[in-house]
């Protein structure tokens, strides 16, 4: 009898250990804690465990998306995710444009905003958007391994901001009109006489030069954009339109164009005359900058969502429908583009100033305007 009870409390007490163990293992570190406590103090959402947001959104079941994102990479990122996550019942579309992106804003302002939980923010009105979204600190569950996804990808200033996105500019070129070794490789080349009179295109939203300003800073930028209109450009709108044009050998250079569009286009290019420079610094720029919906019904869903598209699955989705990841991603077709060479990068330090910096550009490069073709 004696034995039987020593067997017993054996196991109970292997089983209480057993317990302690569990709860050791799990509970949070005093760095981690120390972290949630000065989140919390500056009025930001930490969790110390993935386990709890998802405990969250299982009890949300739902999730409504706001994207600029390509038709074809949401619903890509959106099935996997279904699939990651299927007791959360998605819906995700994608609304373009500085209307769509006005009115978000307004019905925000409004107090109208509650139809959705994940939205982007566009830089044009930036700082307009930060008090409408949901303080989640991403960045400190980042850096604690909390949401499994790169901390620079997150708005060290605004922590509740994601770029999800990156876009390169590259310079294009048509190989029947110019040969490889004629193409400049320094962006202060192409001011030479022999690239004047309506031998280059590039677009009047100069989102390209407004790239170069983190590497050369404003006043040379500046300088560059004044010489760059003595040249007397082609001015166009749109990169899609501006390399189909390119293409068809209507000029022999496309100056600082999207390289994924580069890349689309090329494909339709059935006589192989586009070519590609990397000129350096190559001027990137975040880009796809979300937020979680303050007056969202589903907040830890979106909380999900972004954190889904940042981390490896997501990204390299991204990349494999439009070569759209983060050139903070490792591996991306960004970061691998850019890979050993000089980089000026438009990211959250100038993120704010972005607009002001294509304004002044706009003014030194004589308020040009599209032509029609």
């Known amino acids: ?60 079941g739902k999730l409504r998306v706001l994207s600029t994102q390509e038709p074809a990479s949401i619903k890509a990122i959106a099935s996997a995710f279904k699939q990651k996550y299927p007791f959360i019942d998605v819906r995700a579309e994608d609304v373009m444009g500085m209307e769509n992106y006005q009115l978000i804003l307004q019905e925000m302002k409004a107090g109208l905003a509650k139809s959705w939980d994940v939205n982007y923010v566009a830089f044009d009105f930036y700082s307009e958007f930060l008090p409408y979204q949901k303080k989640f600190d991403f960045l ?12 620079n990808l997150v708005d060290p200033v605004n922590r509740h901001i994601v770029a999800l996105q990156s876009n390169a500019q590259v310079v294009a070129y048509n190989k029947e009109l110019i040969s490889p070794d004629r193409v400049p490789s320094t962006w202060e080349n192409f ?18 030069f407004a790239a170069l300003v983190p590497a ?3 006043e040379k930028t500046l300088d560059f954009a004044k010489k760059l209109a003595s040249q007397q450009p082609i001015w166009l709108r749109g990169d899609a339109q501006i390399i189909t044009f390119l293409m068809t050998g209507q000029f022999p250079i496309a100056l600082g164009q999207n390289y994924k569009t580069f890349v689309r286009v090329q494909k339709k ?31 830890h869903a979106g909380l999900l969502w972004l954190e889904f598209q940042a ?33 000026s990068v ?23 305007r599209a032509e029609k073709k």
Do not use: C
């Open 191 to 208: 001011l030479k006489p022999e690239f004047s009179d309506r031998k280059l295109a590039t677009d009047v939203r100069p989102k390209v």
């Open 311 to 343: 981390g490896p699955e997501g990204q390299k989705i991204l990349d494999e429908i439009d070569l759209a990841a983060s050139i903070f991603s490792p591996g991306s077709a960004h970061e691998q583009l850019a890979r050993g060479k000089k980089v």
């Open 269 to 299: 290019d059935v006589k192989g005359v586009l070519g590609l420079k990397v000129v350096e610094p190559i001027p990137v720029r975040l880009s796809e900058t979300q937020g979680v919906l303050a007056t969202g019904q589903n907040p």
């Open 140 to 151: 400190g569950m980042a850096q604690y391994g909390v949401l499994k996804m790169p901390a």
């Open 346 to 368: 438009l990211a959250w330090e100038h993120y704010l100033k972005m607009a002001r910096y294509e304004e002044e550009i706009v003014k030194a490069l004589g308020f040009p």
């Open 216 to 218: 050369w800073g404003l």
């Open 1 to 60: 009898m004696k034995a039987r009870y020593l067997w017993v409390a054996a196991i109970l007490l292997g089983s209480w250990v057993q317990t302690l163990s569990v709860f050791a293992a799990a509970a949070p570190s005093p760095s981690l804690m120390k972290a949630k406590q000065e989140a919390e103090a500056k009025g930001y959402v930490f969790f110390t465990n993935h386990e709890e947001i998802v405990a969250q959104a299982k009890k949300e």
